[in-house]
């Protein structure tokens, strides 16, 4: 996560910009794209989560952007996808909205303002949307209803014996978890994950 993000923002390998695990934080002396961009007259925006920077102080790390409406702590997940905080240019705000729409609404919003405004100074503008979905929780919309359990057929691996294998696939806490919910609470799980997936792409293509 951490380290793909710095690799995105930096155009270099993790070994590089010293970002090497989830938790670290870019150094100040790597230059980002949106940092480069900034330089060179854009308008910059950042909406979601960043992860690279101090979880608990992400208005302190705006790396090149003009506004920022980031997820606070900014811990890579939200707990509860109907009741969160952001911090809309280091002002804390708590909102109810579904994350993922409120997230997307909130871009499209920007986009707009910037493309009427771009009209007018000839100024262009760049925004970096990072959304929670479709991290764990795995929280699908209220009333989502796009796919039925019967339609959920268990992958091959749900029943492997892992007994000979090694501890790095045999007891790894993402597995312990996985397996502990049984075969009705995977296929719960995996429809769960389908519907956010789906409501994922549906905002992806509001954006455009």
Not at 4 to 13: E, F, G, H, N, P
Not at 21 to 31: F, H, T, W
Not at 149 to 177: E, G, Y
Request: positive net charge.
């Amino acid at each position: 996560c951490s380290p793909s993000r710095a690799s995105i923002w930096t155009s270099k390998l993790p070994h590089v910009h010293g970002v090497t695990a989830v938790g670290k934080i870019l150094p100040e002396d790597q230059i980002t794209l949106p940092e480069i961009l900034k330089a060179n007259g854009y308008n910059t925006g950042f909406f979601g989560k960043c992860h690279l920077g101090d979880p608990y102080s992400p208005d302190g790390y705006k790396r090149g952007f003009d506004y920022t409406l980031n997820i606070t702590p900014d811990i890579g997940y939200v707990n509860d996808w109907y009741n969160y905080e952001l911090l809309r240019n280091g002002k804390k705000e708590r909102r109810n909205e579904y994350i993922t729409d409120y997230l997307t609404d909130q871009t499209v919003d920007y986009i707009k303002q910037k493309t009427t405004e771009s009209k007018a100074t000839k100024k262009p503008f760049f925004v970096w949307l990072a959304h929670v979905s479709p991290h764990n929780p795995t929280t699908p919309p209220k009333g989502s209803n796009r796919y039925s359990l019967d339609q959920i057929v268990l992958p091959p691996s749900a029943n492997d014996d892992l007994s000979t294998k090694p501890p790095i696939q045999s007891a790894t806490r993402m597995h312990r978890n996985y397996m502990s919910y049984g075969e009705a609470g995977i296929k719960n799980f995996t429809k769960n994950a389908y519907e956010v997936v789906s409501n994922l792409d549906d905002n992806v293509g509001k954006i455009n």
